[in-house]
């Protein structure tokens, strides 16, 4: 069974620009959840979708989006990079609410981001 | 105050010592209490999931939450150098849908 897949794996880009990540979440698991990772805020929490809708959104700025396919891929999306957002961007997905049940968010290996 | 605190580390401990890890958190619309072990360049996994206060055992690893004092810890058994790793707890409740909140992980060493 094929894990969590995201690409790019790694990217470097320049301030300003916009830069687009995806993630390939199990095969049958309909909730796709993003997150942040740096050394400073360690895990942070930017959306969650389920069959195509954003279900739940942390606290970061307009500049984060995302969206989620019929076949539950999803993209994020930062628009006017900032060097703050250099950080390694986690997509996890899960069957559903798996929080309930068994609390498990299979994650991928994670796309690294490096603003300059 | 951060939702969730944890000792950064590093952690350094010979083979086959016990180690304990440790969360404090400040909100207590938490119920449910992960541990996720991460190794380099790689996406954190499951260790151990509790809901509720309690213990729960699974073969080395051992978690506890204390939800009176706010606490929760992961204990390792007979540690190998294969457990070197930073470990993260996560927590959620019925208001937070997938949003766990994470701790920033403590980095652990066992040396061999």
Redesign the interface.
Known sequence: KAG?TQTPRYLIKTRGQQVTLSCSPISGHR?V?W?QQTPG?????LF?Y?SETQ??K?NFPGRFSGRQFSNSRSEMNVSTLELGDSALY?C?S?WG????N????F????SRLTVL | QKEVEQDPGPLSVPEGAIVSLNCTYSNSAFQYFMWYRQYSRKGPELLMYTYSSGNKEDGRFTAQVDKSSKYISLFIRDSQPSDSATYLCAMSGDNYGQNFVFGPGTRLSVLP
Do not use: D, P
């Open positions: 969590v909730s959840s997150y805020q360690g895990l942070q929490f969650e389920f279900r739940n942390g986690l996890a899960s609410l798996a929080v309930k068994t609390g498990e968010l994650f991928g290996e994670g």
